[in-house]
């Protein structure tokens, strides 16, 4: 992906009720940079915000997805409030993203490594070209991926984000697969074509319904059971009571396509 370098740091192309956020610091392999990382955070809360958007997708310019921190920015201030911040501002984005009614969609091509991993992790669902590679390698430098950890200990099993966190390996897209890291491996030369079929799909889906599922997909994960289904009731019941619903069970009666009004 050929991106003018000389652009901005982040870019924003909508089509189809998809909009395209292209992290765009493509000679630093897309390092989240404190301006990157506000850049971001402004972005998703303008989508947040715009109903004509139903899909996000996160991609990288140049030859990688994202290499993580970027370290020489680190460096360049060793205060502990300057740590304080970046990692402050690192969680905010991750949260964000989970917290932004849309579902987001990361396309990995390249690397994807600490943050990077992290970031793909945290995504709603990733899509990773076949050469695609992932690792949380902080141990190799004398950081532990702590931050990175969070995501990836709940995108994968205990055991293989262990080996990923305690030996800094780089894993092939398949082994990512295999762990839960990715949903989807696309075909060779095909990364970006099925990531937008994956989208336009979901983007003809109500808004209403993808934004209250995903709420309440990642508040029921942290219940216990019981809990979880007491508050899952709650969510079913409000959702039968949107107009949404009641158009989606008549027009599969009825035999029609359904005509989504978001409320």
């Known amino acids: ?9 982040l870019l924003r192309e909508d089509t189809d009720g998809v909009a395209v956020l292209t992290m765009n610091r493509p000679g630093a392999r897309n390092a989240l940079s404190r301006g990157l990382m506000g850049e971001m955070l402004t972005a998703l809360d303008a989508i947040n915000a715009d109903d004509s958007v139903r899909v996000i997708v996160l991609r990288g310019a140049g030859p990688g997805f994202c290499a993580g921190h970027d370290l020489k920015e680190v460096r360049s201030d060793p205060s502990r409030a300057a740590y304080e911040a970046l990692f402050a501002e690192c969680s ?9 009614r849309q579902p987001v969609i990361a396309q990995v091509h390249g690397i994807a490594t ?4 992290q970031l793909a992790a945290t995504c709603d669902l990733a899509v990773a070209d076949p050469g695609a590679r992932f690792a949380t390698p902080g141990v190799n430098i004398g950081l532990f991926c702590s931050t990175p950890m969070v995501a990836v200990s709940r ?61 309440a997909f990642y508040r029921q994960s942290e219940m216990p059971t019981a809990e979880a289904y007491a508050y899952a009731s709650e969510v079913m019941t409000r959702n039968m009571l949107a107009r949404d619903a009641e158009e989606g069970i008549d027009a599969f009666i009825e035999k029609r396509d359904p005509v989504w009004e978001g409320r």
Request: proline share 2%.
């Open 1 to 9: 992906m050929k991106v003018d370098t000389e652009s901005p740091i």
């Open 92 to 100: 905010a984005l991750m949260m964000r993203i989970q917290t932004v």
């Open 114 to 117: 600490a943050a990077g991993c």
């Open 155 to 215: 995108a994968v099993g205990r055991k293989a984000a262990m080996r990923m966190l305690l030996t800094g390996d780089m894993i092939s897209a398949e082994q990512a697969l295999s762990y839960g890291l990715l949903s989807h491996v696309a075909a060779e030369g095909a990364l970006e074509q099925d990531v937008m079929a994956i989208a336009r799909q979901i983007a003809s889906k109500s808004p209403l319904t993808l934004a209250i599922g995903k709420e």
